[in-house]
């Protein structure tokens, strides 16, 4: 059974600021794996049997033609698993730790059955079941899969644009640079002054659209903010307002 994990970070937590921005390399690494998981464990199992069979295609068909259902079935799955692994969902992780649940609970019932003969092929392939469980299950690897806030590459494809935007109660002429569904980058004309500004302020995006920013970090002529909160009514706002962008409107 899967264990119960807060899809979101606490408040506050140091989660927030450590988000990727592209999609981790390692994702990649561990759904390939998992995909070409069948053609590993034959391989593997015809190694073991006898390496001259590895040149072999009459014992390769054999093999293919002689597997059981389970064990067909349990390829399967590893191999959607990892197709569903590329698609960064709490969901596809579940999928994911189920399938290696149910494929360690075969392998150990393989291991009883074969304890005193051909064991040391079922107990590679337990081992080796347990450690692609343990990676999906690491803090790092289960990150952002369980923390949507986290995937920064699907919400940081920013759209250019120029345009004056109210920062707070000053009357600075600041420009909104560009945009995205997590944040925003203000600067200032290169004759003006750039105003200090530290943590959260609210930015007025449209006449009557509010937005509360924090501060992330400060370049030559002004700021970058991230979104803080928001609610369902302004990320709809912000989408709205991209997609103008978008238009040329």
Not at 23 to 51: C, M, T
Not at 68 to 81: F, M, N, Q, R, V
Not at 164 to 177: E, M, R, S, W
Request: proline residues 6%; positive net charge.
């Amino acid at each position: 059974m899967i264990p119960s994990i807060s899809p979101e970070p606490a408040q506050g937590s140091p989660l927030d600021n450590k988000g990727y921005r592209k999609k981790p390399v390692w994702i990649y690494l561990v759904a390939i794996i998992l995909i070409f998981n069948p053609i590993g464990n034959l391989f593997y199992s015809l190694l073991v049997d006898n390496p001259a069979n590895l040149t072999r295609a009459d014992v390769w068909l054999y093999w293919v033609t002689h597997l059981s259902k389970g064990t067909i079935a349990l390829w399967s799955l590893l191999s959607l698993s990892g197709v569903a692994l590329l698609y960064v969902s709490t969901w596809t992780w579940k999928m994911s730790m189920t399938a290696i649940v149910i494929v360690v609970a075969y392998n150990m019932a393989m291991f009883l059955e074969h304890a005193k003969t051909g064991w040391l092929s079922t107990l590679s392939s337990f081992l080796i079941t347990i450690a692609f469980g343990w990676i999906l299950f690491s803090s790092e690897f289960r990150r952002p899969y369980l923390f949507p806030k986290l995937q920064w590459w699907r919400s940081s494809q920013r759209k250019i644009i120029n345009m004056p935007i109210k920062i707070g109660n000053t009357d600075d002429h600041a420009f909104l640079v560009n945009i995205s569904l997590s944040g925003l980058l203000v600067e200032w004309p290169p004759d003006q002054a750039i105003p200090p500004i530290h943590g959260r302020v609210n930015i007025m995006l449209t006449p009557g659209v509010v937005l509360v920013c924090e501060m992330k970090r400060q370049t030559s002529r002004g700021y970058g903010f991230q979104f803080v909160n928001l609610n369902k009514e302004q990320i709809k706002t912000v989408k709205s307002f991209i997609k103008r962008i978008e238009k040329g409107a």
